[in-house]
C-alpha cells in the first residue's frame, strides 16, 4: 500500500487543553478521504497539522514517507502538500486571471515583481485562463476579486491550489458560501483529477461527503474515532449517534 499521507501519535496541547489526542491517519496515494466530526472534534487543527500552520506538540507527520513535520508551511507546498481554508486568503485587489497566474509562476519559480512580464508569456496565461474556465469563472477573470461573490471566491480558491500542482490536496469545507447548485458540480471536478493525485476533503454536508469521497475518518474530541469506507461509516451506529444523529 502506498501512503500519500500518514500521522504517527499526532498530538496537538493548547495549554491544559487537547486540541488532538494520538491521532494516527493513513491515506492511500490518490484516494479521496474525508474528514469528518462534530464541531469541535479537531479537524481543523489536523489539516493545520498537516500543513504546517501549527506545530504539533509531538508526533509525525509523512509526506509519502517522509517526516515533514518540521518543515514550514512553504517547504511544504514545494513538496507537493496545498490546502484550502474555512475562510479564503485571497488578494482582494487582484483579478483571478493575476492571481492563478502568480501561483502558476511561482511554481514555475519564473519572476514574480511585475505582472506585464507575466502577461507576456502566452503558456502561462493560457494555463491560468484554462484553470479558470474548467470552474466556471471565465467570465470574472478580469474582475477585481473583492467583486466576486463569495461562492466565485471559494472556486478561486480551490483553483490557486491546484495551480501548484499538488501531489496531495486538502480541502476545508470547500463547498461553504457555493450556492447549492454548484456544490456537487464543484467537488466532481476535485474528485475528477489525476489518479495520482490524493484529496483530503473536510466538509459538513454529508450528502457531499457521500458523493465524493472513497474513505472517511472520523474525529471526536480531538481523536479517531472510527474509519471505513462510506458503506461503513454510513451505517455504523456510533458514528450516527455522535455526528449524524440518532435518526439519520
Known amino acids: 500500500m502506498n501512503l500519500a499521507l500518514e500521522t504517527r501519535n499526532l498530538k496537538k496541547n493548547f495549554g491544559g487543553f487537547v486540541a488532538t489526542n494520538d491521532v494516527s491517519l493513513r491515506i492511500v496515494q490518490g484516494a479521496r478521504h474525508a474528514l469528518i466530526g462534530p464541531n469541535g472534534a479537531g479537524k481543523t487543527t489536523i489539516i493545520n497539522l498537516l500543513t504546517g500552520t501549527l506545530a504539533p506538540t509531538s508526533g509525525q507527520v509523512l509526506l509519502?514517507?517522509?517526516?515533514i513535520a518540521k518543515l514550514s508551511a512553504?517547504?511544504?507546498?514545494?513538496r507537493?502538500?496545498?490546502?484550502t481554508f474555512q475562510i479564503n486568503q485571497l488578494f482582494g485587489d487582484f483579478t483571478p486571471l493575476d492571481s492563478v497566474m502568480l501561483a502558476i509562476s511561482e511554481r514555475e519559480g519564473r519572476s514574480t515583481h511585475i505582472?506585464?512580464?507575466l502577461k507576456s508569456q502566452k503558456d502561462l496565461v493560457a494555463e491560468a485562463a484554462g484553470l479558470l474556465e474548467k470552474f466556471g469563472l471565465a467570465d470574472v477573470m478580469g474582475d477585481a476579486t473583492t467583486a466576486l461573490p463569495y461562492g466565485k471566491q471559494r472556486l478561486l480558491e480551490i483553483v490557486l491550489?491546484?495551480?501548484t500542482r499538488p501531489r496531495v490536496l486538502l480541502l476545508d469545507e470547500p463547498a461553504a458560501g457555493v450556492p447549492e447548485e454548484e456544490r456537487h458540480e464543484v467537488l466532481a471536478i476535485v474528485r475528477?483529477?489525476?489518479a495520482d493525485v490524493t484529496v483530503v476533503l473536510i466538509e459538513h454536508d454529508m450528502d457531499l461527503v457521500f458523493a465524493f469521497a472513497d474513505r472517511i475518518s472520523v474525529l471526536a474530541?480531538?481523536?479517531?474515532?472510527?474509519e471505513g469506507t462510506v458503506a461503513e461509516i454510513s451505517k455504523n451506529p456510533d458514528v450516527k449517534a455522535i455526528y449524524l444523529g440518532e435518526d439519520a
Open 64 to 67: 509519502h514517507g517522509e517526516d
Open 74 to 78: 512553504h517547504a511544504r507546498v514545494g
Open 80 to 83: 507537493g502538500l496545498s490546502r
Open 115 to 117: 505582472f506585464a512580464p
Open 161 to 163: 491550489a491546484i495551480a
Open 192 to 194: 475528477d483529477l489525476p
Open 221 to 226: 474530541q480531538g481523536a479517531l474515532f472510527a
